[in-house]
Nanobody, 118 residues
Framework: QVQLVESGGGLVQAGGSLRLSCEAS????????MGWYHQAPGKQREPVAD???????NYAESVKGRFTISRDGAKNTVYLEMNSLKAEDTGVYYC????????????WGQGTQVTVSS
């Protein structure tokens, strides 16, 4: 099992920035990829970005150029730097860890709330 703990959410004005962190613990040796999902109010959870152990990254079109995902392998921590935030970025952000390959969705954090005021 892998445990994920997110932090860094909060309230920010449109155009502002936030940095989310997600620390993984437990059987992290199986994790091949980590990422973030976003669930806006009343909508389905959608992928935002992921980063493989190789360092390859992938982003949703809506956040390209504004968000940056990175990881610190020594700390088993993944970060999401969010810049130029928009009202539509509001919602709960979930950290996810994938075994074997990106997209499996094996382990999920409890989520951290991001609210962007316009």
């Amino acid at each position: 099992q892998v445990q994920l703990v997110e932090s860094g959410g909060g309230l920010v004005q449109a155009g502002g920035s936030l940095r989310l962190s997600c620390e993984a613990s437990g059987s992290t040796f199986r994790v091949a990829c980590m990422g973030w999902y976003h669930q806006a109010p009343g909508k389905q959870r959608e992928p935002v970005a992921d980063i493989a152990n190789s360092g390859r990254t992938n982003y949703a079109e809506s956040v390209k150029g504004r968000f940056t995902i990175s990881r610190d392998g020594a700390k088993n921590t993944v970060y999401l730097e969010m810049n130029s935030l928009k009202a539509e970025d509001t919602g709960v952000y979930y950290c996810v860890a994938h075994n074997s390959y990106c997209g499996r969705g094996d382990y999920w954090g409890q989520g951290t709330q991001v609210t962007v005021s316009s």
